[in-house]
Protein backbone atom coordinates (compact mmCIF):
# COMPACT_ATOMS: atom_id res chain seq x y z
CA UNK A 1 0.00 0.00 0.00
CA UNK A 2 1.09 3.39 -0.97
CA UNK A 3 1.17 6.00 1.46
CA UNK A 4 -0.39 9.56 0.86
CA UNK A 5 1.09 12.43 -1.34
CA UNK A 6 1.61 15.38 -0.22
CA UNK A 7 1.67 18.33 -2.94
CA UNK A 8 3.10 21.47 -1.16
CA UNK A 9 2.73 24.78 -2.77
CA UNK A 10 6.01 27.00 -2.84
CA UNK A 11 4.96 30.32 -1.03
CA UNK A 12 5.76 32.21 -3.66
CA UNK A 13 3.24 30.71 -6.01
CA UNK A 14 0.72 31.65 -3.68
CA UNK A 15 -2.18 33.82 -5.97
CA UNK A 16 -1.76 37.18 -5.92
CA UNK A 17 -5.43 37.83 -7.31
CA UNK A 18 -8.84 36.21 -6.41
CA UNK A 19 -10.58 34.94 -9.26
CA UNK A 20 -13.71 36.32 -10.45
CA UNK A 21 -16.26 34.01 -11.75
CA UNK A 22 -18.49 36.68 -13.19
CA UNK A 23 -16.14 37.83 -15.68
CA UNK A 24 -16.41 34.15 -17.89
CA UNK A 25 -20.22 33.87 -17.05
CA UNK A 26 -22.48 34.13 -19.86
CA UNK A 27 -24.40 36.89 -18.35
CA UNK A 28 -24.87 38.13 -14.93
CA UNK A 29 -27.15 36.85 -11.95
CA UNK A 30 -30.29 38.48 -11.62
CA UNK A 31 -29.96 41.47 -9.54
CA UNK A 32 -30.47 42.23 -6.04
CA UNK A 33 -33.43 44.20 -5.38
CA UNK A 34 -34.75 46.57 -2.49
CA UNK A 35 -37.55 44.93 -0.96
CA UNK A 36 -39.30 47.49 -0.58
CA UNK A 37 -39.41 49.12 -4.24
CA UNK A 38 -38.26 45.95 -5.79
CA UNK A 39 -35.83 47.77 -7.58
CA UNK A 40 -31.96 46.97 -8.25
CA UNK A 41 -30.53 47.94 -4.83
CA UNK A 42 -27.26 50.48 -5.92
CA UNK A 43 -24.00 49.92 -4.15
CA UNK A 44 -25.46 53.51 -1.60
CA UNK A 45 -27.81 50.83 -0.21
CA UNK A 46 -25.14 48.43 0.99
CA UNK A 47 -23.45 51.24 2.66
CA UNK A 48 -24.88 51.13 6.02
CA UNK A 49 -23.69 47.71 6.37
CA UNK A 50 -20.35 47.04 4.43
CA UNK A 51 -17.67 49.28 3.37
CA UNK A 52 -17.20 50.12 0.02
CA UNK A 53 -14.29 48.68 -1.18
CA UNK A 54 -16.41 44.77 -0.49
CA UNK A 55 -19.65 46.42 -1.96
CA UNK A 56 -17.57 47.20 -5.65
CA UNK A 57 -16.47 43.79 -5.47
CA UNK A 58 -19.67 42.18 -4.96
CA UNK A 59 -20.62 43.90 -8.00
CA UNK A 60 -17.64 43.52 -10.07
CA UNK A 61 -17.46 41.81 -12.82
CA UNK A 62 -13.44 42.03 -13.71
CA UNK A 63 -11.76 38.80 -13.73
CA UNK A 64 -8.93 39.33 -11.25
CA UNK A 65 -9.01 41.31 -8.26
CA UNK A 66 -5.64 42.17 -6.36
CA UNK A 67 -5.34 40.65 -2.72
CA UNK A 68 -3.66 43.10 -0.83
CA UNK A 69 -0.30 42.53 0.63
CA UNK A 70 -1.41 42.73 4.18
CA UNK A 71 -4.05 39.88 3.89
CA UNK A 72 -1.34 38.04 1.77
CA UNK A 73 1.06 38.06 5.33
CA UNK A 74 -1.53 36.95 7.26
CA UNK A 75 -2.19 34.40 4.31
CA UNK A 76 1.18 33.50 4.43
CA UNK A 77 0.58 31.83 7.85
CA UNK A 78 -1.37 29.24 6.94
CA UNK A 79 -1.40 28.94 2.86
CA UNK A 80 -0.58 27.85 0.34
CA UNK A 81 -2.72 24.98 1.83
CA UNK A 82 -1.69 21.37 1.40
CA UNK A 83 -3.30 19.32 -1.61
CA UNK A 84 -2.70 15.44 -0.64
CA UNK A 85 -3.51 12.76 -3.10
CA UNK A 86 -5.64 10.28 -0.47
CA UNK A 87 -3.72 6.72 -1.47
CA UNK A 88 -4.66 4.82 1.39
CA UNK A 89 -8.26 5.97 1.39
CA UNK A 90 -7.89 4.43 -2.97
CA UNK A 91 -6.67 1.10 -1.59
CA UNK A 92 -9.01 1.06 1.30
CA UNK A 93 -12.03 1.59 -0.91
CA UNK A 94 -10.25 -0.46 -3.89
CA UNK A 95 -10.87 1.70 -6.40
CA UNK A 96 -8.96 2.66 -9.43
CA UNK A 97 -9.96 6.20 -8.95
CA UNK A 98 -7.18 9.21 -8.23
CA UNK A 99 -8.55 10.90 -5.12
CA UNK A 100 -7.16 14.41 -4.02
CA UNK A 101 -8.32 16.60 -1.58
CA UNK A 102 -7.14 20.22 -0.35
CA UNK A 103 -7.28 20.32 3.30
CA UNK A 104 -8.74 23.73 4.66
CA UNK A 105 -8.50 22.67 8.09
CA UNK A 106 -4.55 23.94 8.83
CA UNK A 107 -6.19 27.83 9.46
CA UNK A 108 -6.18 29.21 12.88
CA UNK A 109 -9.96 28.61 13.02
CA UNK A 110 -9.46 25.23 11.35
CA UNK A 111 -11.56 25.80 8.23
CA UNK A 112 -11.37 27.61 4.74
CA UNK A 113 -13.53 30.88 6.90
CA UNK A 114 -10.17 33.02 7.88
CA UNK A 115 -9.96 33.37 3.97
CA UNK A 116 -12.68 35.49 4.08
CA UNK A 117 -12.75 37.22 7.54
CA UNK A 118 -9.05 38.15 7.11
CA UNK A 119 -9.95 39.51 3.65
CA UNK A 120 -12.83 41.37 5.70
CA UNK A 121 -11.40 42.83 8.49
CA UNK A 122 -9.06 44.58 6.39
CA UNK A 123 -11.05 46.48 4.11
CA UNK A 124 -13.37 47.49 7.59
CA UNK A 125 -10.05 48.52 8.97
CA UNK A 126 -8.95 50.59 5.63
CA UNK A 127 -12.42 52.05 6.11
CA UNK A 128 -11.96 53.04 9.37
CA UNK A 129 -14.64 50.90 10.84
CA UNK A 130 -14.26 50.04 14.36
CA UNK A 131 -16.82 47.10 15.39
CA UNK A 132 -18.38 44.80 13.49
CA UNK A 133 -21.46 42.80 14.10
CA UNK A 134 -21.65 39.03 12.87
CA UNK A 135 -23.59 35.68 13.47
CA UNK A 136 -22.69 32.16 13.32
CA UNK A 137 -23.73 28.49 13.09
CA UNK A 138 -21.64 26.01 14.24
CA UNK A 139 -19.20 28.52 15.66
CA UNK A 140 -16.76 28.40 12.62
CA UNK A 141 -16.93 31.80 11.15
CA UNK A 142 -17.43 33.39 14.64
CA UNK A 143 -14.16 31.90 15.43
CA UNK A 144 -12.62 33.14 12.22
CA UNK A 145 -14.09 36.68 12.00
CA UNK A 146 -12.90 36.68 15.96
CA UNK A 147 -9.63 35.58 14.81
CA UNK A 148 -9.03 38.51 12.10
CA UNK A 149 -11.21 41.28 14.00
CA UNK A 150 -7.91 40.62 16.69
CA UNK A 151 -5.74 41.44 13.88
CA UNK A 152 -6.61 44.42 12.74
CA UNK A 153 -8.13 45.51 15.88
CA UNK A 154 -11.92 45.25 15.24
CA UNK A 155 -14.23 44.56 18.20
CA UNK A 156 -16.26 41.79 17.04
CA UNK A 157 -19.99 40.41 18.09
CA UNK A 158 -21.24 37.30 17.58
CA UNK A 159 -25.18 36.07 17.56
CA UNK A 160 -24.51 32.13 18.22
CA UNK A 161 -27.57 29.97 16.63
CA UNK A 162 -28.53 28.89 20.36
CA UNK A 163 -28.48 25.13 19.29
CA UNK A 164 -24.74 25.37 18.20
CA UNK A 165 -23.91 27.65 21.19
CA UNK A 166 -25.35 24.73 23.12
CA UNK A 167 -23.63 21.98 21.64
CA UNK A 168 -19.72 23.63 20.79
CA UNK A 169 -19.07 25.30 23.72
CA UNK A 170 -15.36 25.54 23.18
CA UNK A 171 -16.35 27.85 19.93
CA UNK A 172 -17.18 30.26 22.47
CA UNK A 173 -14.20 30.07 24.53
CA UNK A 174 -12.12 30.39 21.31
CA UNK A 175 -13.96 33.73 19.90
CA UNK A 176 -13.09 35.06 23.28
CA UNK A 177 -9.59 34.27 23.37
CA UNK A 178 -9.65 36.85 20.31
CA UNK A 179 -11.67 39.20 22.32
CA UNK A 180 -14.78 38.78 20.68
CA UNK A 181 -18.26 38.74 22.82
CA UNK A 182 -20.50 35.83 21.53
CA UNK A 183 -24.25 36.01 22.75
CA UNK A 184 -26.58 32.96 21.94
CA UNK A 185 -29.23 34.03 18.84
CA UNK A 186 -32.39 34.44 19.56
CA UNK A 187 -30.82 37.15 22.09
CA UNK A 188 -32.37 39.98 24.33
CA UNK A 189 -30.06 42.31 22.62
CA UNK A 190 -31.91 43.01 19.48
CA UNK A 191 -35.33 44.03 19.05
CA UNK A 192 -35.89 40.73 16.43
CA UNK A 193 -34.53 38.55 18.94
CA UNK A 194 -36.67 39.60 21.92
CA UNK A 195 -39.57 39.31 19.22
CA UNK A 196 -38.43 35.22 18.52
CA UNK A 197 -37.91 35.06 22.29
CA UNK A 198 -41.58 36.06 22.96
CA UNK A 199 -43.13 33.49 20.17
CA UNK A 200 -41.08 30.66 21.16
CA UNK A 201 -38.97 30.53 23.99
CA UNK A 202 -36.95 27.44 23.54
CA UNK A 203 -36.10 28.52 19.53
CA UNK A 204 -33.46 26.37 18.63
CA UNK A 205 -32.28 29.85 16.19
CA UNK A 206 -31.19 29.65 13.18
CA UNK A 207 -28.55 31.32 10.75
CA UNK A 208 -31.74 33.37 9.20
CA UNK A 209 -32.58 35.01 13.00
CA UNK A 210 -28.95 35.16 13.89
CA UNK A 211 -28.29 37.17 10.54
CA UNK A 212 -31.24 39.48 11.89
CA UNK A 213 -29.57 40.54 14.49
CA UNK A 214 -26.60 41.14 13.54
CA UNK A 215 -27.75 43.41 10.72
CA UNK A 216 -29.96 44.85 13.21
CA UNK A 217 -27.38 46.18 15.10
CA UNK A 218 -25.20 46.86 12.33
CA UNK A 219 -28.11 49.27 10.43
CA UNK A 220 -29.32 50.81 14.04
CA UNK A 221 -25.40 51.26 15.43
CA UNK A 222 -23.17 54.46 13.05
CA UNK A 223 -20.24 52.67 14.49
CA UNK A 224 -20.87 49.44 13.93
CA UNK A 225 -20.60 47.01 10.17
CA UNK A 226 -22.06 43.83 9.25
CA UNK A 227 -20.03 40.39 7.96
CA UNK A 228 -20.90 37.55 6.41
CA UNK A 229 -19.33 34.41 6.49
CA UNK A 230 -21.01 33.06 3.42
CA UNK A 231 -23.33 33.58 -0.05
CA UNK A 232 -22.08 36.64 -0.90
CA UNK A 233 -20.17 37.73 -4.18
CA UNK A 234 -17.17 39.32 -2.39
CA UNK A 235 -17.21 36.04 -0.12
CA UNK A 236 -17.09 33.61 -2.60
CA UNK A 237 -14.44 35.97 -4.24
CA UNK A 238 -12.21 35.53 -1.61
CA UNK A 239 -12.17 31.62 -1.47
CA UNK A 240 -11.43 31.18 -4.69
CA UNK A 241 -7.81 31.34 -3.50
CA UNK A 242 -8.70 27.63 -2.84
CA UNK A 243 -9.30 26.22 -6.18
CA UNK A 244 -6.22 28.92 -7.75
CA UNK A 245 -3.85 26.98 -5.46
CA UNK A 246 -5.71 23.44 -6.15
CA UNK A 247 -4.93 24.00 -10.15
CA UNK A 248 -1.44 24.76 -9.49
CA UNK A 249 -1.13 21.63 -7.22
CA UNK A 250 -2.75 19.07 -9.73
CA UNK A 251 -0.20 20.39 -12.57
CA UNK A 252 2.58 19.71 -10.06
CA UNK A 253 0.89 15.69 -9.64
CA UNK A 254 0.31 15.87 -13.69
CA UNK A 255 -2.97 15.60 -13.17
CA UNK A 256 -6.72 16.86 -14.05
CA UNK A 257 -10.03 16.13 -12.19
CA UNK A 258 -12.53 14.55 -14.12
CA UNK A 259 -15.01 16.01 -10.62
CA UNK A 260 -14.96 18.57 -8.28
CA UNK A 261 -16.50 18.10 -5.21
CA UNK A 262 -17.48 20.41 -2.23
CA UNK A 263 -20.19 20.57 0.44
CA UNK A 264 -22.59 23.24 0.22
CA UNK A 265 -23.84 24.96 3.22
CA UNK A 266 -24.46 28.78 1.88
CA UNK A 267 -22.03 27.83 -0.58
CA UNK A 268 -18.63 29.52 -0.15
CA UNK A 269 -16.22 26.75 0.03
CA UNK A 270 -17.83 25.02 -2.66
CA UNK A 271 -16.93 27.75 -4.55
CA UNK A 272 -13.99 28.78 -3.80
CA UNK A 273 -12.78 24.87 -4.97
CA UNK A 274 -15.16 24.95 -8.00
CA UNK A 275 -15.18 28.24 -9.55
CA UNK A 276 -11.72 28.82 -11.25
CA UNK A 277 -12.52 24.85 -12.47
CA UNK A 278 -15.58 26.09 -14.32
CA UNK A 279 -13.63 29.40 -15.03
CA UNK A 280 -11.30 26.95 -16.87
CA UNK A 281 -14.11 25.06 -18.27
CA UNK A 282 -15.86 28.20 -20.22
CA UNK A 283 -12.64 29.99 -21.21
CA UNK A 284 -10.29 27.03 -22.06
CA UNK A 285 -13.03 24.20 -22.48
CA UNK A 286 -11.62 21.65 -20.19
CA UNK A 287 -13.98 19.51 -19.27
CA UNK A 288 -14.69 19.40 -15.49
CA UNK A 289 -18.35 17.60 -13.49
CA UNK A 290 -19.09 19.58 -10.66
CA UNK A 291 -20.79 18.11 -8.15
CA UNK A 292 -22.33 20.03 -4.91
CA UNK A 293 -23.59 18.10 -1.70
CA UNK A 294 -25.84 19.45 0.55
CA UNK A 295 -27.75 17.35 3.81
CA UNK A 296 -31.12 16.28 2.73
CA UNK A 297 -32.40 17.69 6.28
CA UNK A 298 -31.62 21.05 4.65
CA UNK A 299 -32.12 20.69 0.88
CA UNK A 300 -31.83 24.41 -0.70
CA UNK A 301 -30.30 23.40 -3.84
CA UNK A 302 -31.68 19.76 -4.70
CA UNK A 303 -35.56 21.02 -3.29
CA UNK A 304 -35.39 24.58 -3.06
CA UNK A 305 -37.24 27.06 -5.08
CA UNK A 306 -34.94 29.11 -6.95
CA UNK A 307 -37.01 32.41 -6.59
CA UNK A 308 -36.10 36.19 -5.31
CA UNK A 309 -36.24 35.54 -1.21
CA UNK A 310 -34.94 37.51 1.99
CA UNK A 311 -31.47 36.50 3.25
CA UNK A 312 -33.03 36.27 7.08
CA UNK A 313 -35.52 35.49 8.77
CA UNK A 314 -36.27 38.96 10.28
CA UNK A 315 -36.56 40.40 6.36
CA UNK A 316 -34.21 43.16 7.31
CA UNK A 317 -31.79 42.26 4.14
CA UNK A 318 -32.37 42.89 0.42
CA UNK A 319 -34.19 40.65 -1.89
CA UNK A 320 -31.79 38.06 -3.66
CA UNK A 321 -33.01 35.12 -6.19
CA UNK A 322 -31.63 31.76 -4.97
CA UNK A 323 -32.66 28.41 -4.30
CA UNK A 324 -34.55 28.65 -1.07
CA UNK A 325 -36.47 26.81 1.58
CA UNK A 326 -38.43 29.46 2.51
CA UNK A 327 -37.06 32.20 5.04
CA UNK A 328 -38.89 31.08 7.58
CA UNK A 329 -37.56 27.23 7.36
CA UNK A 330 -36.16 25.94 10.21
CA UNK A 331 -34.11 23.21 9.69
CA UNK A 332 -34.01 20.48 12.05
CA UNK A 333 -31.00 20.17 14.13
CA UNK A 334 -28.32 18.16 12.69
CA UNK A 335 -24.86 18.03 13.10
CA UNK A 336 -23.56 19.87 10.38
CA UNK A 337 -24.79 23.33 11.78
CA UNK A 338 -22.90 25.12 9.03
CA UNK A 339 -25.02 23.87 6.76
CA UNK A 340 -28.49 24.58 8.28
CA UNK A 341 -29.25 27.84 6.09
CA UNK A 342 -32.42 28.39 4.20
CA UNK A 343 -30.94 29.74 0.86
CA UNK A 344 -27.63 28.69 -1.71
CA UNK A 345 -25.64 31.88 -2.65
CA UNK A 346 -26.71 33.63 -5.85
CA UNK A 347 -23.65 32.91 -7.64
CA UNK A 348 -23.75 29.06 -6.91
CA UNK A 349 -27.74 29.14 -7.47
CA UNK A 350 -27.16 30.77 -10.99
CA UNK A 351 -24.20 28.49 -11.90
CA UNK A 352 -26.84 25.69 -11.17
CA UNK A 353 -29.36 27.24 -13.40
CA UNK A 354 -27.16 27.36 -16.39
CA UNK A 355 -26.27 23.73 -15.82
CA UNK A 356 -22.57 24.03 -15.48
CA UNK A 357 -23.28 22.33 -11.75
CA UNK A 358 -24.66 19.62 -9.92
CA UNK A 359 -26.22 19.10 -6.99
CA UNK A 360 -27.32 15.75 -4.53
CA UNK A 361 -27.92 15.82 -0.83
CA UNK A 362 -27.30 13.15 1.84
CA UNK A 363 -28.22 12.16 5.02
CA UNK A 364 -25.88 12.96 8.19
CA UNK A 365 -25.39 9.12 9.11
CA UNK A 366 -24.13 8.33 5.51
CA UNK A 367 -21.85 11.37 6.08
CA UNK A 368 -20.67 10.39 9.68
CA UNK A 369 -20.13 7.00 7.89
CA UNK A 370 -17.92 8.18 5.18
CA UNK A 371 -16.23 10.98 7.33
CA UNK A 372 -14.44 7.84 9.65
CA UNK A 373 -13.63 5.99 6.88
CA UNK A 374 -11.55 9.13 5.41
CA UNK A 375 -10.63 9.50 9.04
CA UNK A 376 -9.08 5.47 9.56
CA UNK A 377 -7.23 6.01 6.08
CA UNK A 378 -6.06 9.59 5.89
CA UNK A 379 -5.52 10.83 9.96
CA UNK A 380 -7.78 13.23 9.66
CA UNK A 381 -10.88 14.11 11.15
CA UNK A 382 -13.31 15.99 9.16
CA UNK A 383 -16.17 18.36 10.32
CA UNK A 384 -19.44 17.02 10.27
CA UNK A 385 -20.11 19.57 7.18
CA UNK A 386 -16.98 18.60 5.21
CA UNK A 387 -18.37 15.07 5.58
CA UNK A 388 -20.78 15.57 3.37
CA UNK A 389 -17.87 16.18 0.49
CA UNK A 390 -16.30 13.15 1.96
CA UNK A 391 -19.30 10.86 1.13
CA UNK A 392 -20.08 12.42 -2.33
CA UNK A 393 -16.06 11.70 -3.23
CA UNK A 394 -16.23 8.26 -1.94
CA UNK A 395 -19.57 7.35 -3.74
CA UNK A 396 -17.86 8.59 -6.84
CA UNK A 397 -14.79 7.16 -6.47
CA UNK A 398 -16.97 3.15 -5.55
CA UNK A 399 -18.84 4.38 -8.85
CA UNK A 400 -15.52 4.03 -10.30
CA UNK A 401 -14.41 0.59 -9.12
CA UNK A 402 -17.56 -0.53 -10.02
CA UNK A 403 -17.58 0.85 -13.85
CA UNK A 404 -13.67 0.18 -13.96
CA UNK A 405 -12.91 3.21 -14.41
CA UNK A 406 -10.05 5.40 -13.28
CA UNK A 407 -11.47 9.25 -13.03
CA UNK A 408 -9.41 12.14 -11.04
CA UNK A 409 -11.97 13.42 -7.98
CA UNK A 410 -11.28 15.98 -5.88
CA UNK A 411 -12.90 17.46 -3.03
CA UNK A 412 -12.15 20.24 -0.48
CA UNK A 413 -11.49 18.78 2.69
CA UNK A 414 -12.97 22.27 4.35
CA UNK A 415 -12.55 22.02 7.76
CA UNK A 416 -11.44 19.29 10.74
CA UNK A 417 -13.74 18.38 13.25
CA UNK A 418 -11.81 18.69 16.44
CA UNK A 419 -14.40 21.00 17.95
CA UNK A 420 -17.03 18.29 17.15
CA UNK A 421 -16.82 15.74 18.90
CA UNK A 422 -20.10 15.46 20.31
CA UNK A 423 -21.64 14.74 17.01
CA UNK A 424 -19.23 11.61 16.60
CA UNK A 425 -19.70 10.86 20.64
CA UNK A 426 -23.44 10.82 19.06
CA UNK A 427 -22.48 8.66 16.41
CA UNK A 428 -20.81 5.99 17.88
CA UNK A 429 -23.57 5.58 20.64
CA UNK A 430 -25.63 5.69 17.63
CA UNK A 431 -27.72 8.27 18.56
CA UNK A 432 -27.44 10.03 15.51
CA UNK A 433 -30.54 9.98 13.34
CA UNK A 434 -31.66 11.06 9.57
CA UNK A 435 -34.49 13.85 10.48
CA UNK A 436 -36.54 14.27 7.61
CA UNK A 437 -37.82 17.92 7.39
CA UNK A 438 -41.25 18.44 7.63
CA UNK A 439 -43.01 19.01 4.53
CA UNK A 440 -45.66 20.93 5.45
CA UNK A 441 -43.55 23.42 7.21
CA UNK A 442 -41.29 23.34 3.71
CA UNK A 443 -44.83 23.83 1.92
CA UNK A 444 -45.63 26.36 4.52
CA UNK A 445 -42.27 28.42 4.23
CA UNK A 446 -42.06 28.29 0.32
CA UNK A 447 -45.91 30.15 0.08
CA UNK A 448 -44.59 32.69 2.28
CA UNK A 449 -42.04 33.55 -0.49
CA UNK A 450 -42.21 37.46 -1.19
CA UNK A 451 -43.84 38.06 -4.64
CA UNK A 452 -41.74 39.67 -7.31
CA UNK A 453 -43.44 40.69 -10.68
CA UNK A 454 -41.12 37.84 -12.89
CA UNK A 455 -40.31 41.10 -15.54
CA UNK A 456 -38.02 42.79 -13.39
C1 LIG B 1 -19.20 27.34 7.44
C2 LIG B 1 -18.75 26.05 6.99
C3 LIG B 1 -19.39 25.38 5.93
C4 LIG B 1 -20.58 25.92 5.22
O1 LIG B 1 -20.42 27.15 4.61
P1 LIG B 1 -20.11 27.31 3.08
O2 LIG B 1 -20.25 28.76 2.85
O3 LIG B 1 -21.14 26.52 2.31
O4 LIG B 1 -18.75 26.82 2.85
C5 LIG B 1 -18.89 24.17 5.53
N1 LIG B 1 -17.83 23.61 6.14
C6 LIG B 1 -17.20 24.21 7.16
C7 LIG B 1 -16.02 23.52 7.78
C8 LIG B 1 -17.63 25.44 7.61
O5 LIG B 1 -16.99 26.05 8.62
Partial sequence: MSDSIKYVLDESRMPRTWYNLAADLPGPPPPV??????????PDDLAPLFPMSLILQEVSTERAIEIPEPVRDVYRQWRPTPLYRARRLEHALQTPARIYYKYEGVSPAGSHKPNTAVAQAFFNREAGVKKIATETGAGQWGSSLAFAGALFGIEILVFMVRVSYDQKPYRRAFMEIFGARCVPSPSNETNFGRQVLAATPNSNGSLGIAISEAVEVAATRDDTKYALGSVLNHVLLHQTIIGQEALAQLEMANDYPDIVVGCTGGGSNFAGIAFPFIGEKLRRGRDVRI???????????????????????????????????GSAFMPPGFHAGGLRYHGMAPMVSHVKELGLIDARAYPQVSCFEAGVTFARAEGIVPAPEANHAVRGAIDEAIRCREEGVSRAILFNLCGHGHFDMQAYTDYFAGKLTDHAYDEGELAMALSGLPSVPSAV
Avoid: N, Q, W
Wanted: proline content about 11%; overall charge positive; aromatic content about 6%.
Fill in 33 to 42: LHPGTLKPVG
Fill in 291 to 325: LAIEPSACPSLTRGKYAYDFGDTGHMTPLVKMHTL
